[in-house]
């Protein structure tokens, strides 16, 4: 098929299903247990199940009435959630909302609307020059939010990471002490549960502290990091998420959840609501024969919302808690398997030291003519080419497919993840393998 | 199944199936053709394939390196919608975003970006006071919007409709002016194509005038009504949408693709990639091997975004424009022949004069014993209480399912809404029945 124009006349079933074959054919086989590129892998069967069944049901989260069971598993889901980060009998409140993204966007509107009520009505001429503060490790949404909702990149401080990506409380502290000597109000301190590259867990004990201290909402941002609470081997790394005003937990990352399936989950209830409803009586009617309370639409800046939390239920029946922290398990195992594996090995260099606390394990590979270069320049100038191309070169093959980019000062580097349950150590040993078949000759 | 918990332990395979069923029993049958209830009902085969499909591929919008195929098949289709609304060559850019009210967040983003670019790094309080304006009968997210943008509520300004809903031009050309004197930038209109309760269509032309006048940028919400300049009978009523800076068009709803699918259109390239870019270099690598510029992520408020775009291309397919073309005549067609049957039958009282221009009928039933009521207050406080016990019996008996509201200062009535081709003359005809038979005692 080379002809994707949408045309004024129908084609036949026979072309259709041409179109379908073709485009899974030339889609990125991201359930591939070689396909480490993104945070999302995988495909989980009762997932997949799920995710038809609710195509088939076609309807949306808006109202207890068009959404009754759905409705009702999105409240008994997010309440167990609650009860995991260890709110107490999981109270609370929360969404499911497209992504992880604009759960950090709800959860920054959300600490503006607590602290500055009024900015609802009359907008931020009513409120003072906000600051915002998160690690240079976090994510770009931080920024998207703070763009966005009108309070401006420049009102988001970046706090100091160590050497291996952890925000350093200290200098949070200074930057808040700063921003209010310049005349900043601090209202929203962003710590990362898991960043994007390094995988690093901010300390959340030491930053809930200061946010206490100086009365900032204190938001997780554990979109990818989050999922590691529901494994008892690994949730020490979450300790000081209970304290939390908000938090991302992205299902879809680490707990293989089919795309899409994000929750931000809010300590204070009635807040969600109280911050962005609208009482328009034309969508919400106010005399309807049941609960009101179940009518959650209000509550969203969505109007319909896409129903994304019937795949998470049903995998979480069938797996049940133990399963999902099994493969958690299983997948940090596999990155420390690679870590064990490559941290001595001719050729390689770790970005950063120590073990990794997330499937992050983020490293150089150094071709065999580039190692022994005297030139320090020169061999950074080299090395940051490196990737590219054996990238470029495992997507010609299609054999496997990792991430890499540069950070700050760092040149170009691989950083491998693992989410995919499917994966083995097997795969492990491929991709080393297939990076240096591939990056030999470089 | 009464339990729906999440516990430690998995279920069995014959629960998960026992909890399929019950979800899918207790589900609301949204594709049935009597089910009247919300602007997206139906379940079109081909547009169910096509979600499951994705839902199989199981990857997202993020970069062209991840959804190849999906990113073209966006390009093409958004293109296909700009040539249609009446773009040269189709250029211009534009979006699915996760519902309406999202793409009339992102019109209103971009209008106040084009206007006062350094909003986007120093914030509101780099910005004069802003004024948006839109009709009493506008969609709640114009306010939604504003509320999350940080321009707050008490800044969308309502602008007068007639009785038929229609904003008047005049009444927008008084309110920009008022705003000005107060001190306030006008700097955003947003005319409905197609408002929720009466389906009415603002006269665009009229209003892109006072627009263009006042250098004002002008969105279209066609979120509903957007659809209908497929059908060669009825895309006058959206005259002058060529004029829009924006438009907002949800083929999840008239054209009856599965939910989610909600497009925004934007005239002038480049504006969203400036607006929402934060240049994360460890999440788009500026050094992959080709055309960085399909790489859309950037541009969006979310970071992955979900794929919702291989449905529609599909139906597309296989329909036609020919094809939506008829299904949105014949779907037009039935609401006239329900707003001819009952305008003149005894019982019922339309809420506005005239044939209905989209698909929406509002009226009011009464009952046998209220027809003849004298006291006008009494009456209309008993007719107030009619349409939500109609509504509800229809739901106990599982029947049919219609919309009711108040409007302003009118009681509760009855909105039907026909976006569903499935529905034909007897769905209607058995509407009408079913009104009566559960209202004849009220």
């Known amino acids: 098929v080379n002809n994707w124009e949408l045309q004024d006349e129908p084609e036949t079933l026979d072309d259709i299903l041409i179109s379908c074959r073709a485009t899974l054919k030339y889609a990125i086989k991201t359930a591939h247990p070689r396909y480490f590129n993104q945070l999302s892998t995988g495909l989980d069967m009762v997932g997949l199940a799920a995710d038809w069944l609710t195509s088939t049901a076609n309807t949306n989260m808006f109202t207890y ?14 309440k167990k959630m609650r009860e995991i980060i260890g709110w107490e009998d999981g109270r609370g409140d929360g969404i499911f909302s497209p992504g992880g993204a604009i759960s950090n966007m709800y959860a920054m509107l959300l600490a503006r609307f607590k602290m500055f009520p009024e900015v609802k009505e009359k907008g ?3 409120v003072p020059r906000l600051a915002a503060f998160t690690s240079e490790h976090s994510h770009f949404s931080i920024k998207k939010g703070a763009a966005a909702l009108g309070i401006g990149t420049e009102s988001v401080i970046c706090i100091k990471a160590d ?9 949070l502290e200074r930057k808040i002490l700063e921003a209010k000597q310049k005349g900043f109000v601090p209202f929203f301190v962003s710590a990362t549960a898991g960043t994007t590259v390094y995988g690093a867990f901010d300390p959340l004990i030491a930053i809930s502290d200061i946010c206490k201290k100086y009365q900032v909402w204190f938001h997780v941002d554990g979109a990818w990091g989050g999922s590691l609470i529901m494994s008892r081997m690994h949730k020490w790394k979450l300790d000081g998420v209970e304290r939390a005003n908000s938090v991302t937990w992205n299902p879809h990352k680490m707990m293989a959840v089919p795309l899409q399936c994000s929750a931000l989950l809010v300590r204070e209830e009635g807040l969600m ?11 919400f ?9 179940y009518d959650t639409g209000d509550k969203a800046l969505q109007c319909g919302r896409h129903v994304d939390i019937f795949k998470l239920w049903l995998m979480w029946r069938a797996k049940g808690t133990i399963g999902f922290e099994a493969q958690i398990d299983k997948c940090l195992e ?15 260099e770790m970005v950063f030291n120590g073990k990794p606390q997330h499937t992050n394990v983020c490293f150089w590979y150094l071709p065999p003519g580039m190692r022994y270069m005297e030139d320090k320049e020169e061999k950074k100038k080299r090395l940051h080419k490196v ?38 150590f097997e795969d492990i040993d491929f991709l080393i393998e297939e990076i240096e078949r591939l990056g030999q000759d470089l």
């Open 163 to 171: 050497e291996s990506g952890k925000m350093i409380p200290a200098d």
């Open 65 to 78: 009435e068009v959404a009754p069971v759905f409705v009702l598993l999105e409240y008994v889901t997010l």
């Open 124 to 126: 931020m001429s009513s």
């Open 334 to 348: 596999l990155s420390e398997y690679l870590y064990n594996k490559i941290k001595d090995r001719e050729g390689y």
């Open 387 to 424: 990737a590219p191309v054996i990238k470029a070169r495992m997507m010609e093959y299609g054999t496997t497919m990792v991430s890499y980019q540069p950070q700050g000062d760092k040149v170009n580097f691989f950083r491998m993840v693992i989410s995919n349950p499917a994966a083995t």
């Open 285 to 293: 009617q106010q005399d309807k024969h049941y609960d009101l309370s």
């Open 273 to 283: 609501q109280n911050c962005n409803q609208m009482h328009a009586c034309y969508l």
